[in-house]
């Protein structure tokens, strides 16, 4: 009976990845040095070798004084573009266009059976609460959210700027901004940012977000199964610097990008690389701060990784390889940018996070409760997620808040406050071993106890346990290296007051006032939706590391 049920258990484990190619075949993203003729020299070259332009971005490439564009060919594979790319004299980068994912952590849901739970640790532990007697944020202030989209919710809607939100998911491959609607949030994980960062404060509804008041707009790059390439991150990005050009007034606090890929190209070969260049070109213009979520792959962060990816035996999804590293959080030389960990409410490191110097700061990551998308499961609109996904926007939420009440701060004095105010007492080792070990441990023993509880005697049960753990413990010891070595981060977690006095303390600083308040905690999660005067219950789930 053991090795019948263990034969079922490796054949689900180990079923086929949806994603089977780390980048889009038969596409590069390129820069051209600007030739004589521009756009009809770079479509001769493009035709020379079978290809054509698909997409240039034309903001990136005004700011920077190069070509950046996206190039498919039909018959030729990316390798051989890229051969064929990389000699010309008129080519300063090309590389593949890379698949990107969501950088949340797991996606296992239980529904909690206690409805006063405290929803709003995360926003406690980075005390946002004591700025809001000074500040709850101001609709002057925009955040840009590259995701998934923002569903309309009603704990989010007052606070999302619509005209400005648009979608950039593609349909065959093929770029159609008419496909799907901004808020066509099918995963959730966008949403859940979203509520982080700005969900309704005082209102009675739900929960309150680190902004009671803000302008989101959602740019939605993330399709339906949560991925994207890097072109759709480059359109993000280039649509952030128009809005940035043709509105010098505006006050874009950050964008928050809880998103990712690993990548074979060491940081200091990156900086030759389009995926950085575009970054690079909206940097530069030193308008908003750039917040990435540091990966869920419990590895040291800023070095090559020094061995493959343990956990696919379990995830059935490489997360990552030897010898790669992760991006867009592990871009270097960039001035407004912040690298995000996680933290859970007893201070310690997320499993899951990847950490280490090159790390910038902590924010809470594990268990935190928002604003979900019933488009998932057709009733879900409050949910508990984990992930560096979720630390991000706590950050992002972070210098939108501290922007509300100093708003000629530049990205770089918002980005100073935030680390130097980090709480460098409360920055955990590491011990990815053993969480990680206890974690698909766990995960399997729920399986098996779901799927073939009635088939198995205790005495089998504990024979299988006792195997789970033993395999277990050997597919993750290369981790063991990292056990207890390592901080999660430089500077240590996210404290919001802190950063607040530090503005404060600049001269001719410019605090705006604000009534006091508090985190808004619902103990009934049945709403009066003003909107239609409807009644309606709404579920809420829990996602878990598990």
Same mark, same amino acid.
């Given at each position: ?58 903001? *990136?490439?005004? *700011?920077?004084?190069?070509? =950046? ?44 059976? +206690? ?24 609709? /002057? ?43 066509? +949030? ?49 359109? $993000? ?5 128009? *809005?940035?050009? /043709?509105?010098?007034? #505006? ?5 928050? #990008? ?18 950085? #260049? ?14 990435? $979520? ?46 995000? $960990? ?23 990551? !594990? ?24 630390? $991000? ?9 501290? #922007? ?13 406050? *935030? ?24 995960? @399997? ?16 049960? +504990?024979?299988?346990? @006792?195997?789970?753990? @033993? ?41 705006? @006032? ?12 049945? =709403?009066?939706?003003?909107?239609? !005067? ?13």
């Amino acid at each position: 009976m053991k090795k019948f049920v263990l034969a079922l258990l490796i054949v689900f484990l180990m079923s086929p990845s949806a994603m089977s190619s780390s980048y889009k075949e038969g596409e590069v993203l390129a820069v051209f040095r600007v030739p004589e003729g521009s756009s009809a020299r770079i479509s001769e070259i493009a035709g020379s070798i079978n290809a054509r332009v698909a997409e240039t971005y034309e903001t *990136l490439s005004e *700011l920077d004084g190069k070509i =950046f564009v996206l190039i498919k060919s039909d018959s030729k594979t990316t390798e051989e573009l890229i051969n064929e790319l990389k000699n010309n004299p008129e080519v300063i980068s090309v590389s593949p266009n890379y698949h990107v994912k969501r950088q949340s952590e797991s996606s296992e849901v239980i529904t909690p059976n +206690d409805p006063y739970f405290d929803s709003c640790w995360g926003i406690k532990k980075i005390r946002a609460p004591e700025v809001w007697p000074y500040t709850t944020g101001s609709h /002057n202030i925009y955040v840009g959210v590259i995701d998934s989209g923002i569903y309309s919710h009603p704990d989010l809607l007052a606070n999302i700027s619509q005209d400005l939100s648009t979608n950039y998911t593609t349909v065959s491959g093929d770029y159609d901004k008419t496909f799907s609607r901004w808020d066509a +949030d099918m995963g959730g994980h966008g949403t859940h940012v979203s509520g982080i960062i700005g969900a309704v404060g005082d209102n009675e509804l739900g929960i309150s977000g680190i902004n009671w008041d803000v302008s989101m707009f959602s740019i939605r790059v993330l399709d339906n199964s949560e991925y994207e390439t890097i072109s759709e991150e480059i359109r $993000a990005i280039n649509y952030l610097a128009e *809005l940035l050009k /043709n509105n010098p007034d #505006m006050k874009i606090a950050a964008v928050n #990008m809880s998103l990712g890929a690993y990548l074979p190209i060491s940081p200091s070969e990156m900086q030759n690389n389009v995926y950085w #260049m575009a970054f690079k070109a909206l940097d530069d213009m030193n308008r908003v701060l750039i917040v990435t $979520a540091a990966g869920n792959a419990s590895v040291k962060f800023g070095s090559a990784i020094p061995f493959d990816d343990p956990a696919y035996a379990f995830k059935n999804m490489k997360e990552f390889s030897k010898g790669e590293y992760p991006y867009p959080a592990g871009f270097t030389g960039l001035k407004n940018f912040i690298t995000v $960990a996680a933290i859970d409410s007893s201070d310690k490191a997320g499993v899951f996070s990847n950490f280490g110097d090159s790390v910038d700061i902590t924010a809470p990551g !594990v268990d935190i409760l928002s604003t979900y998308s019933p488009l998932t499961d057709g009733s879900t609109m409050y949910q508990y997620l984990s992930g560096t996904s979720m630390a $991000a926007p706590h950050v992002t939420g972070a210098a939108a808040l501290l #922007m509300s009440a100093f708003p000629d701060s530049t990205p770089e004095q918002i980005k100073n406050a *935030l680390l130097t105010g980090a709480n460098k007492n409360i920055n955990p080792l590491v011990y990815p071993y053993e969480g990680n070990v206890n974690r698909y441990i766990t995960r @399997q023993i729920n399986y098996i106890d779901m799927n073939y509880g009635g088939l198995l005697t205790l005495e089998s049960r +504990d024979m299988m346990i @006792q195997e789970i753990t @033993q395999n277990t413990r050997e597919i993750f010891s290369p981790y063991k290296q990292y056990d207890g070595k390592y901080k999660l981060s430089r500077n240590g977690l996210l404290d919001v007051k802190a950063a607040y006095d530090i503005l404060a303390s600049q001269p001719e600083a410019n605090v705006i @006032q604000s009534s006091s308040g508090g985190c808004n905690i619902a103990y009934s999660f049945t =709403f009066l939706i003003l909107a239609g !005067v409807i009644l309606a219950e709404y579920s809420i789930k829990k996602k878990i590391n598990a």
